[in-house]
């Protein structure tokens, strides 16, 4: 059965694509941004108010069945080293609640980042509901354990006002991978190149010109360090017994400060969030053949750099890429964090906003190439229905501000079940 419901902060409907899967239909959605709300209408319909959401008279959708809020996430993002709760999350907030009180809908999820946890913003609307006899529940969910490509954390509030929300689904085991979400667009990638500073900081990595290394070695037992080649000698022997697990791709994400070695995550998994630009940092990828013997041993990796010919693709395990990003989350405001590793059956790390428009990926080949809009909405786990903007710096922000459509069904479909 179809069940109406309102969306404030609705952004560009990402989440709407999750809430219809769910059995929902959207009949009022909320947005401030004049040119996002045209990217909602386009891909939703006309009933989307272009407006402040404390502008908005709440008391004609009273009773209806379920309401959705994602307010910003700027402020408590890690990404924002100057974050911090302002008069805007308040107000938002108080927004928030006077929507509880005016429509009290029968079910009512709120999604943000995880530091929103500890705003005076999140607490209203939580004695707001309490106050008005909701049942809530409050988790954290990975987008990865709902199939999504990508590591995505978000703090996922579920309320009823009769019933409890049931339990989500099991996390989805395997994990799927950043490489296969976006494997069949591979051909269509434009053609791109590493910038002379972004070789000197993968120069950090590789302890080396990443153009010029051939690397042999997957992290022996004995820890023995792997045989190194410059690109001028010729390569090693050729054996004829090599494990079938050498072929991998890995995708690193951030800096890396000093001699801190990143972290390595085989490639079946989702990609690294998009997140906003800083200080001109992008992803960038590079060939790696070998198995790594622990998240930190990046350097016991064979690595061919992109003018370079391939690998010898071997057994079962077609050679891939890795995508390497400098920008990572910053835990504990920590604005050095060195570079993070994916391989190809991994999910990426969390997208935002505008530095999805520099992500780069080193390919099968040597082949250098820019991830379009099109393939950085796969690792959002959007569908490829979607109308997307023909501005790549409107269509980045709409799809890394969004919501994974797999994390708000999975939420709205636990409260409808409770409100049963």
């Known amino acids: 059965m179809t069940r109406d419901c309102i969306e404030l902060f609705a952004g560009a409907g990402a989440a709407t694509f999750g809430l219809r899967a769910a059995g929902l239909n959207p009949v009022c959605a909320v947005e401030i941004d004049l040119a996002v709300c045209g990217v909602y209408e386009a891909n939703h319909g006309p ?121 989500l689904p099991p996390p989805v085991r395997p994990w799927n991978g950043w490489y296969k979400a976006i494997e069949d667009l591979i051909p269509t990638l434009p053609a791109s190149a590493f910038a002379k500073w972004q070789i000197d900081r993968l120069s950090k990595l590789f302890e080396t010109d990443p153009r010029n290394i051939l690397a042999e070695g997957s992290g022996c037992p004995d820890m023995r360090e792997p045989l190194v080649r410059e690109a001028e000698e010729p390569m090693f022997t050729i054996r004829s017994h090599v494990r079938l697990d050498t072929a991998r791709a890995y995708l690193i994400e951030g800096d890396c400060p000093g001699e801190r070695c990143p972290t390595v ?114 690792l959002m786990g959007l569908p490829d229905s979607m109308i997307l903007p023909e501005n790549r710096r409107l269509a980045t922000a709409c799809i890394g501000n969004g919501v994974c459509p797999a994390v708000a069904e999975v939420a709205a479909r636990s409260v409808l079940e409770g409100m049963e």
Request: proline share 7%; with cysteine.
């Open 47 to 167: 009933h989307v108010l272009c407006q402040g959401v404390e502008t908005v008279d709440y008391r004609r959708f009273n009773g209806i069945p379920f309401a959705w809020a994602s307010p910003s996430c700027k402020q408590a993002s890690v990404a924002n080293a100057k974050g911090g709760e302002c008069e805007a999350d308040l107000t938002a907030a108080s927004a928030v609640c006077r929507m509880l009180r005016e429509a009290r809908p029968r079910g009512f999820c709120l999604e943000n980042v995880r530091g929103y946890a500890r705003f005076r913003s999140f607490a209203m609307i939580r004695d707001t509901l309490d106050a008005l006899g909701y049942w809530t529940n409050v988790s954290v969910i990975d987008a990865a354990d709902m199939g999504v490509p990508q590591n995505r954390k978000r703090l996922i509030l579920r309320a009823c006002l009769s019933g409890i929300p049931a339990p």
């Open 265 to 378: 995550r085989p490639g079946a998994d989702p990609a690294f969030t998009l997140k906003a630009a800083e200080g001109g940092r992008v992803a960038r990828a590079f060939i790696v053949e070998g198995t790594a013997a622990g998240e930190d041993n990046l350097f016991a990796l064979p690595v061919r750099s992109g003018d370079e010919p391939v690998f010898t693709v071997r057994g079962q395990n077609p050679l891939r890429a890795f995508l390497v990003t400098n920008q990572g989350d910053k835990p504990n405001g920590d604005p050095e964090r060195g570079p993070r590793i994916f391989a190809a059956n991994e999910p990426s790390g969390p997208i935002l906003s505008d530095s999805c428009s520099r992500t780069r990926a080193w390919l099968e080949q040597g082949r250098v190439v820019s991830l379009t809009v099109r393939a950085l909405s796969r």
